[in-house]
């Protein structure tokens, strides 16, 4: 299975969600907390162009948020990425 990092806080709701994907599909993956640490918000945010959390990755492609990780499973494509 792909390795998979999720930038995340625990009281996001859209973080939760993703989170909640991921375990469905089987995926373990590694989850930063950047709520408390100035530094890895700079690093989720240099990492994927964006502000926001959650920011997921699966291997080194920037997958994006919570709305774009259940794009790509209605696509039929999130099985294939995280098998790769």
Do not use: N
């Amino acid at each position: 299975m792909a390795e998979v990092t999720i930038y995340s806080t625990k009281v996001c709701p859209y973080c939760i969600k993703a989170k909640q994907l991921l375990s469905a599909k089987g995926a373990a993956f590694k989850d930063i907390d950047i709520s408390q640490d100035p530094a890895l918000v700079e690093e989720a945010q240099s990492r994927s162009g964006r502000k926001t959390v959650p920011q997921i990755f699966i291997g080194d492609r920037h997958v994006g948020g919570c709305d774009d990780l259940f794009a790509l499973d209605a696509a039929g494509q999130l099985d294939e990425l995280l098998k790769s």
